[in-house]
């Protein structure tokens, strides 16, 4: 009977990863494998894919994660050090400054960071907050948010924001970019006061995930990556995953075709791990992968999801 369940997981599997991407295991890892999957769920019973979220609602959400992180954070946290130097005060003054440079954009008032460079232009604000009390620094995010959810909710926000450190898209994805920018600094924080990642709700990493795979073509450009004939077939595990055929000359990702594809590579990779490759925060060697192929490939494929990141 246990053996006719574990058929039925194992088929199930093979499915969702589109059979290419699944493998045979023996012994211990396949009776471990089973056990936890059939805990999960009986077999036969699809999970419920996540709804699709608008970019206003991955933003929002990524906000309350955000500021509940920050009501928690401690004196002694505030002051800890994450990146560029900063510690955690200065690290949400630049989120400050980028929080007021977005509203301003969406109000329609002005297009100052359209050429901006998205670090240097915040700096001021991230020293400004030097000497303040830590409630002082969360209060002018948290007004800066407020301003930019009431311009949100303006009639006419659906238009485009040309610009936007360099970035012209429209409002819905560029929410989801902004999003994916508070959930990083968040890890950066979380990093820094020994906090355990958090990842973001499955409807928002699926907008994530997606997004950062459609802009890969952009990231392998500004990594130099271009005009190779080569394709790596990305497999990202969890919630927000899926799997991409990805050309490395530049052209779009798309979807496997049902078994036509020919890669040099495939990785296997968990959804949340890939958005911190495309944040900068790790590379191949640094998130838990199962690589086939060409090694040097994928590395090229994780170089450029990097090169995405504003940082």
Known sequence: MADDRHARV???LHFALAEADAAEVAGSVRSRV???ALAGRPAGFAS??????SGRFVFVSAVGQLDALLAALSEADWRRTTIRGLDVQGLVGHLIGVEAAFAAAAEGLCDAAAHADHVASTQPEAAAQRGLAPEETLERWRGEVSRTLRALDRPG??????GFYGISL????????????LWIHGEDIRRATGRSPARPDAAALDRMTDLAVSLLPSGLAGAG????????RLVLTGP?????????DGSAPSRPNGGGDRQGARVVVDAADFCRVVGNRAGVDGVETDVAGDRALVADLFEGASALALD
């Open 10 to 12: 194992l088929d199930e």
């Open 34 to 36: 089973m056990s936890r």
């Open 48 to 53: 419920t894919a996540s709804p699709h979220a």
């Open 157 to 162: 926000t659906e238009r485009s924001i040309r």
């Open 170 to 181: 429209p409002l819905d994805p560029l929410l989801v970019i902004r999003a994916f920018e």
């Open 225 to 232: 990556i271009r005009g190779r004939a080569d394709q790596v």
């Open 240 to 248: 927000g995953g899926g799997t991409w055929i990805v050309p490395l």
